[in-house]
T-cell receptor
C-alpha cells in the first residue's frame, strides 16, 4: 500500500528553469512532510520540510507548497542548476508522537537531471 | 561529528549465508531505524527502535532481525540471505525536542550496498 505517491519518476530541466515534483498522501495523521535529496552513492539528506499549519515554506531556491485539503504537497526548485541533479524523495511522518520516533513513509523518488 | 556510520559499505553474500549490518550514531538520538532502498520503490522501513531497549517491525521486516545494543548502536541481521534481499540498506537516527513532545528530523548513514547471489 503506497501511502505517499510521488510524480514524476524522472524529470529533465534546463539550467535556470523550474523543477516541480509532486506528492500526495493518504494518512491524515501525518504532520511532517520533508523532502530528501540523494546523490549517487550517498544517503538521503534533508533538504526542506513543512508542517501542515502553513501552506508554503521557502528556503533559498527551494519551496514546498502544501495543500492540506487535497492532501498534496510539492517541491519547487527555482533557477535549477546542474548541481541540483540528484534523486528527490518526498516523505511523511507523525512528528507529534513522543516516544514513537520519526518513522518516515517515503515516495518512490524522482530522478532530476538539470541540463546546461 | 561523524553522524550516522554504517559498516560495511559493500557486501556480497551467497544465498543462505548470514551477516550483520552495523550502525552507530554519535548524536545522542533516542530513535534509530533501518530502511532498504530498491529501484522504483523508494525507501521502506524494515525495523526501528524508538528508544533504547525497544524494537518494532516496520513495513518489510520478514527475513531480518535487529538488536539495539545500546543508545548508540543498532544492528540489522540477515539470518539466511536471499536474492530478494539484494538492496541498499540505510540506517537513520532521530531525536526529540527539549520538551520531549516532538520528534526531530532523521539523519541517514551512507548506506550498505548488499548483493545476494
Amino acid at each position: 500500500q503506497q501511502q505517499v505517491k510521488q510524480s514524476p519518476q524522472s524529470l529533465i530541466v534546463q539550467k535556470g528553469g523550474i523543477s516541480i515534483i509532486n506528492c500526495a498522501y493518504e494518512n491524515t495523521a501525518f504532520d511532517y512532510f520533508p523532502w530528501y535529496q540523494q546523490f549517487p552513492g550517498k544517503g538521503p539528506a534533508l533538504l526542506i520540510a513543512i508542517r501542515p499549519d502553513v501552506s508554503e515554506k521557502k528556503e533559498g531556491r527551494f519551496t514546498i507548497s502544501f495543500n492540506k485539503s487535497a492532501k498534496q504537497f510539492s517541491l519547487h526548485i527555482m533557477d535549477s542548476q546542474p548541481g541540483d541533479s540528484a534523486t528527490y524523495f518526498c516523505a511523511a511522518s507523525m512528528m507529534e508522537r513522543p516516544g514513537g520516533g520519526n518513522k518516515l513513509t517515503f515516495g518512490t523518488g524522482t530522478q532530476l537531471k538539470v541540463e546546461l | 561529528n561523524a553522524g550516522v556510520t554504517q559498516t560495511p559499505k559493500f557486501q556480497v553474500l551467497k544465498t543462505g549465508q548470514s551477516m550483520t549490518l552495523q550502525c552507530a550514531q554519535d548524536m545522542n538520538h533516542n530513535s534509530m531505524y533501518w530502511y532498504r532502498q530498491d529501484p522504483g520503490m523508494g525507501l521502506r522501513l524494515i525495523y526501528y527502535s524508538a528508544s533504547e531497549g525497544t524494537t518494532d517491525k516496520g513495513e518489510v521486516p520478514n527475513g531480518y532481525n535487529v538488536s539495539r545494543l545500546n543508545k548508540r548502536e543498532f544492528s540489522l541481521r540477515l539470518e539466511s540471505a536471499a536474492p530478494s534481499q539484494t538492496s541498499v540498506y540505510f540506517c537513520a537516527s532521530s531525536g526529540a525536542d527539549r520538551a520531549g513532545t516532538m520528534n526531530t528530523e532523521a539523519f541517514f548513514g551512507q548506506g550498505t550496498r548488499l548483493t545476494v547471489v
